[in-house]
Structures are given as structure tokens and as C-alpha cells.
């Protein structure tokens, strides 16, 4: 079983930065390094989309709506995949998901999914 562990989420101001980050605690690191991972992120009445991705080869994609804004990086030593957002809006204001894919190459992981971090912005 695929663990993933969010952390950094929390209430910031408008244009203020929070950095999400997700664990694998139970990952051996060759596997994690082979993994597409991402996130997503769903505001209530909304469908889940979409945030940021980043292959096994560390190729980023960014929904329209974040990117110049977000940046998504993986730090395979650690098994850890970050979300570093600025300038951070209200429509931002949602759970973000960390996902996990057994395919290395897709820019929509979406196998292994966490629990969520919540994040408010408030103008």
C-alpha cells in the first residue's frame, strides 16, 4: 500500500506563499524515483483538478490557472514531492491532494492518492 503524507497547509493573506509538501514514508527510494507524482486540489461543489505534475524524469505541467505562480519539484533522496505557491489568490482556497502514479511518463498521476491539506486564502 502506497502511503502519502501531505503537510503545509494553513490560512495565508492574499499574495502570501505556502509550501505543501508529501511524504512517502513507506516508499524504497528506486520506486519512488520511478513514479509520476502530482497534485490536485477541489474547492467545494468543484471537481477535483489538477495543479501541478512532475514525471519520474522531473519534466514539470502546470494547470493554466497557476502557472508563474506555483512550482512543483521532487527531491528523490528524500521521497518527498514539494508544491511551492506564491502570490497566492483566493480562488486558490481549496484541498490539495498529493497523487501518485505506478507510470513514470503521465503528467496526470492519479493511483495513489493522500488524505489532503487544506488551504485558505484570505483577502
Known amino acids: 500500500q502506497v502511503q502519502l503524507v501531505e503537510s503545509g497547509g494553513g490560512r495565508v493573506q492574499v499574495g502570501g506563499s505556502l509550501r505543501l509538501s508529501c511524504k512517502t514514508p513507506?516508499?524504497?527510494?528506486?520506486?519512488?524515483?520511478?513514479?509520476?507524482m502530482g497534485w490536485y486540489r477541489q474547492a467545494p461543489g468543484d471537481d477535483r483538478e489538477l495543479v501541478a505534475a512532475i514525471t519520474s524524469g522531473g519534466a514539470p505541467n502546470y494547470a493554466d490557472s497557476v502557472k508563474g505562480r506555483f512550482t512543483i519539484s521532487r527531491d528523490n533522496s528524500k521521497k518527498v514531492v514539494y508544491l511551492q505557491m506564491n502570490n497566492l489568490q483566493p480562488e486558490d482556497t481549496a484541498t490539495y491532494y498529493c497523487?501518485?502514479?505506478?507510470?513514470?511518463?503521465?503528467?496526470?498521476?492519479?493511483?495513489?492518492w493522500g488524505q489532503g491539506t487544506q488551504v485558505t486564502v484570505s483577502s
Open positions: 513507506r516508499a524504497i527510494t528506486s520506486v519512488f524515483r520511478s513514479r509520476s
Open positions: 497523487a501518485a502514479d505506478l507510470d513514470g511518463t503521465t503528467s496526470e498521476p492519479n493511483d495513489y
